[in-house]
């Protein structure tokens, strides 16, 4: 089961990592750098609901926050991922989501990714982003549910 995935990263991912390592840095405060971030991460609904204040507000009263240095070490993974050529040595079936509104890891970056493994099923959320399992766990969880469901019965 994957969401919200890449196997290689495209120009528009190179910059986008790029921006939020300059971000990371120079944002004037912590709650800025989440604000901008998650732009690019929830709908504009998780925005205009309260959604994504909640999960701001949540995320600095974590006592156990990211570093920028570590947030950085991650973008630095993120741009060298490079996974395509490997994918068809899995084996086992795989359901690849996308959000269809995901502008960090658009559904195009997914689908390239089911199309390398042999039984990977591909599929897009309709209205969702980059993390649906936030925004719609409900439905995220059931789409989820029903997949594990049928795997286990043709097993």
């Known amino acids: 089961m994957l969401t919200s995935t890449w196997a290689e990263p495209d120009a528009y991912f190179l910059t986008m990592a790029e921006a939020w390592h300059w971000l990371a840095e120079r944002a004037p405060s912590e709650r800025a750098m989440l604000e901008a971030f998650y732009l690019w991460i929830y709908t504009r609904r998780a925005h205009e609901d309260g959604t994504v204040a909640a999960f701001v507000d949540e995320a600095l009263a974590f006592p156990h926050g990211q570093s920028v240095d570590a947030f950085q070490r991650q973008l630095d993974a993120f741009r060298q991922h ?13 359901l690849v989501l996308a959000g269809e509104r995901d502008i960090a890891t658009p559904p195009d970056l997914g689908r390239a990714v089911a199309e390398r493994i042999g039984d990977a099923r591909f599929e897009i959320l309709p209205g969702e982003a980059h993390q649906p ?23």
Do not use: H
């Open 82 to 94: 490079a996974t395509l050529d490997r994918l068809g040595a899995i084996t086992v079936p795989t």
């Open 133 to 155: 399992f936030q925004e719609s766990p409900e439905s995220f969880n059931s789409r989820v549910d029903a997949f594990w469901r049928e795997v286990g019965t043709e097993a």
